[in-house]
T-cell receptor, first 110, second 112 residues
Framework: GENVEQHPSTLSVQEGDSAVIKCTYS??????FPWYKQELGKGPQLIID?????GEKKDQRIAVTLNKTAKHFSLHITETQPEDSAVYFC?????????FGTGTSLTVIP | EPEVTQTPSHQVTQMGQEVILRCVPISNHLYFYWYRQILGQKVEFLVS????????KSEIFDDQFSVERPDGSNFTLKIRSTKLEDSAMYFC??????????FGPGTRLTVL
């Protein structure tokens, strides 16, 4: 099955700085790469996703980049705010089975 | 905005008992999923369901687990004989086309 690795496991940034989280995957046939934000006691919430025919996608302060050759994709959050503090998960499917990364706990320090 | 709902929010059961976790997916979605998350760990895929049948299942989804869509709105996960290690958060998700998934708030299952 797919092997998804996510780094770092924890990340602390000052408010206003940027945060970058990276995931690598093993299945070269993967074609969909979502990122989820999970706040304490809640379900994962999709924040951005990218398909394999696109290299980068932006939505306001959030962007995802994809490098299919190297089999990695990254989440970029600019101008971080305290409300960005949460656990972030990457994921990718093989067939209809989704594999999640191990999560990154992001803390934005005011 | 439509959302996935799950009941109950917390279920406590004795080891060996059967539990049924319920989900109401978003109404026009065609793909349904169950995931579990042990406290502090990553989200793990259990099963996907499309066109009234299981399309994929993980190694975790053994004979103790089953899913059903008993009517046009509910999607259920049944655990026949719960074990201590089944204690986790269980999330339901639904998708319109098999990509973008929307998760419910989860059911916390505690097996004593």
């Amino acid at each position: 099955g797919e092997n998804v690795e996510q780094h770092p496991s924890t990340l602390s940034v000052q408010e206003g700085d940027s945060a970058v989280i990276k995931c690598t995957y093993s299945d070269s046939a993967s074609n969909y790469f979502p990122w989820y934000k999970q706040e304490l006691g809640k379900g994962p919430q999709l924040i951005i996703d990218i398909r394999s025919n696109v290299g980068e996608k932006k939505d306001q302060r959030i962007a995802v980049t994809l490098n299919k050759t190297a089999k990695h994709f990254s989440l970029h959050i600019t101008e971080t705010q305290p409300e960005d503090s949460a656990v972030y998960f990457c994921a990718t499917p093989t067939g209809n089975q989704f594999y999640f990364g191990t999560g990154t706990s992001l803390t934005v320090i005011p | 905005e439509p959302e996935v709902t799950q009941t109950p929010s917390h279920q406590v059961t004795q080891m060996g008992q059967e539990v049924i976790l319920r989900c109401v997916p978003i109404s026009n979605h065609l793909y349904f999923y169950w995931y579990r998350q042990i406290l502090g760990q990553k989200v793990e895929f259990l099963v996907s369901f499309y066109n009234n049948e299981i399309s994929e299942k993980s190694e975790i989804f053994d004979d103790q687990f089953s899913v059903e869509r008993p009517d046009g709105s509910n999607f259920t996960l049944k655990i026949r004989s719960t074990k201590l290690e089944d204690s986790a958060m269980y999330f339901c998700a639904s998708s319109e086309a098999g990509y973008t998934q929307y998760f419910g708030p989860g059911t916390r299952l505690t097996v004593l």
